[in-house]
């Protein structure tokens, strides 16, 4: 078996010390490289490649057993590169297909494209949060998931844990590592080759709690978090450090996937005007987003919980930023909140009918929630993954546990959610 140290030496020293953080032994049941489907519109899917020794790739993309492009890559120095693959079909199922020199397969991956915009059929994503490369954190609840065929899975921050010992990522190659531990765990590939994915960082990508004052005081190592998150998950269009985005999935769904931490004040900061969770460029983009949108539901993904928290690193501890959250979501209908980093499932009805629903770990240990208090519906400490099926008339969540079982289920209307 290869440990963590003889592993590190076989990658080279780009990548030495390689599969540290992540359990004493670890054997990579394949070449060291990985890849993912990230960012799918109706038109076009994104597919991000690592490979430890760099080089060039080729990605295949077929669907019903048909090659529709064949397209080289070149990786960096860093063993990273992504390309755009446009021009697809809307609402369809495509297989891509990685390899390096001499035809050796990387992987084969499946993701599917976006409805066009006017489409009305029902449709199903997944969400959760927390992934950890350690091994001992597998279970089935990746596999229970993509059985369920969802068309996107939506990670709302933790993947990967850089922060953890015995060796906390502060530079690039570190950085890099962690991310690629991730790409070559069992449970992480398993995830990485089902189903496309869109994802935003929480605090474990770089550090833990962080707000914008570490990003300005930690200026190197931020500056290092940042440059490896965008080099695994490229964002199309990306406008500098805005990663805040939206997405149709269809014409019945709109989702709104925030940026909870560049931008955020202090966590202990007073609570005042001038305090702000998202800053004032993304909160004028989410009204405005918001406002425009002819969704019929809005799905607003926020990697930290609105209320009902351990600790003041959410939104409960940003009172006033929140209300013009709520101010901003009550111009229209039909909006749900998702959110995540408590490390347990739960229900929350807020006080002016706000509905939240809080996900996660997908791999990783549990949290311990305080009593329930009013608002909070149901609570479950355990591993869990979010279904949400969307229709013309209602927004229905299933919370499944690495078991299968159904830990709550329910079904919002636009009336529910006026």
């Not at 440990?3 to 992540?22: I, Q, W």
């Not at 949290?367 to 993954?385: D, E, I, S």
Request: charged share 25%; with cysteine; glycine share 10%.
């Amino acid at each position: 078996m290869i440990n963590r140290r003889e592993l590190g030496r076989l990658v080279g020293a780009s990548v030495a010390g390689f599969a540290m953080g992540c359990g004493d032994d670890v054997v990579p049941a394949r070449p060291l490289a990985g890849a993912a489907v990230l960012e799918p519109s109706s038109s076009a899917l994104l597919v991000s490649v690592w490979r430890a020794n760099g080089g060039d790739v080729r990605v295949e993309v077929r669907t019903d057993g048909v090659r529709v492009r064949d397209v080289g890559i070149s990786l960096g120095d860093g063993g990273t590169g992504a390309i755009d693959i446009e021009g697809l079909a809307p609402s369809r199922a495509y297989e891509i297909v990685v390899t390096g020199e001499h035809g050796a397969r990387i992987g084969t991956y499946h993701a599917r494209t976006a409805p066009a915009d006017d489409d009305p059929r029902p449709v199903r994503i997944a969400i959760s949060a927390d992934v950890d490369c350690d091994p001992s954190w597998d279970s089935e609840l990746v596999d229970r998931m993509l059985a369920e065929e969802p068309e996107l899975y939506i990670s709302l921050g933790d993947f990967p844990y850089t922060d953890n010992g015995p060796d906390v990522a502060m530079t690039v190659p570190a950085y890099r590592d962690r991310h690629a531990q991730l790409r070559i765990a069992p449970h992480g590939r398993r995830l990485l080759e089902g189903v496309g994915i869109r994802a935003i960082y929480d605090d474990h990508e770089y550090r833990n709690d962080w707000d914008a004052r570490f990003a300005a005081v930690e200026t190197s190592r931020y500056a290092a978090a940042m440059q490896v998150w965008d080099e695994f998950f490229p964002v199309r269009g990306a406008r500098g450090e805005v990663r805040y985005r939206n997405w149709r999935w269809g014409r019945h769904l709109e989702c709104f996937l925030l940026d909870t931490r560049r931008f955020r004040s202090a966590n202990a900061d007073d609570d005042t005007p001038l305090k702000t969770m998202l800053g004032p460029g993304q909160e004028a983009w989410l009204a405005d987003a918001l406002a425009r949108s002819t969704a019929t539901f809005k799905l607003v993904l926020t990697s930290v919980p609105l209320d009902f928290g351990e600790g003041n690193d959410h939104w409960a501890a940003f009172r006033t930023a929140r209300t013009r959250l709520y101010e901003a979501a009550r111009a229209t209908r039909g909006v749900v909140y998702v959110s995540a980093d408590q490390h347990w499932f739960a229900a929350h009805r807020h006080p002016g009918g706000q509905r939240e629903f809080q996900v996660g770990p997908l791999a990783r240990g549990v949290g311990t929630p305080g009593p329930a208090v009013a608002g909070v519906l149901a609570r479950q400490a355990q591993p869990n993954v979010a279904m949400l099926d969307v229709t013309a008339d209602a927004v229905t969540l299933r919370a499944i546990g690495a078991d299968g079982t159904v830990l709550h289920e329910e079904s919002l209307t636009l009336d529910d959610l006026r």
